[in-house]
Every structure is written in C-alpha cells, then in structure tokens.
C-alpha cells in the first residue's frame, strides 16, 4: 500500500511562514505528480500547487508569488513553503499524488489525512 504523510501545520500570525511536508511510502514504482490542495471551512476543496515528475509546477492565482512548491526525490517528499500568509490561507492542507505501483500501472490517486493551518489576524 502507499500512504502519504503530512506535517508542518500549525497557527502562524499574518505575514508569516510555513512549510509543510508531505512524503510518500509503501510500495511505489513511480511518483507522477505531487501536489497540495486546501479546503477551508464550508468550502470546496481547491487545488493550490502541482509538481509533475518532470519538475513543472503550476500554482493557483490565489497563491502564485507567496507559495513555492518543491520535491526531493531521493526522499519522495514534497514541500509547501508557504509565504505572506493571511488569514484566508487558513485551512486543512491535504497532500495529493498520483503514484504507480507497478511499471504496466497507470497511476492511481492517492491522498494524505491533512494538516491544519491557521492563519491569525
């Protein structure tokens, strides 16, 4: 099975950092794609970043110039560096992967449980 880790969250003041972290384990062939989602209370979950395995990354309007999403392969780890936060940053941070564990496998989707972060006025 593979399971993604995440941690990092926590309560940060407007104008500050975070980074979180997410890695993947358990029985992997290939990483396709990492990226992080949110989901802030009574709204849909929205995509945030992307990373594909060829190192594009693609950031939502929303984030793009605060956060900076990057990967360390060796480790399957993707990282959120999370910059400026104000408070609509706040919400759960979910990890996201689209992984193949076999080398004939498409890739199936795998999520994190999520890590809370909130962003104080």
């Known amino acids: 099975q593979v399971q993604l880790v995440e941690s990092g969250g926590g309560l940060v003041q407007a104008g500050g950092s975070l980074r979180l972290s997410c890695e993947a384990s358990g029985s992997i062939f290939r990483i396709n794609s990492m990226d992080w989602y949110r989901q802030a209370t009574g709204k849909q979950r929205e995509l945030a970043a992307t990373l594909t395995s060829g190192g594009t990354t693609n950031y939502a309007d929303s984030v793009k110039g605060r956060f900076t999403i990057s990967g360390d392969t060796a480790k399957n780890t993707v990282y959120l560096q999370m910059n400026s936060l104000n408070p609509e940053d706040t919400a759960v941070y979910y990890c996201?992967?689209?992984?193949?564990?076999?080398?004939?496998?498409?890739?199936?989707?795998?999520w994190g449980k999520g890590t809370l972060v909130t962003v104080s006025s």
């Open positions: 996201h992967a689209g992984i193949s564990r076999w080398w004939y496998e498409d890739g199936m989707n795998y």
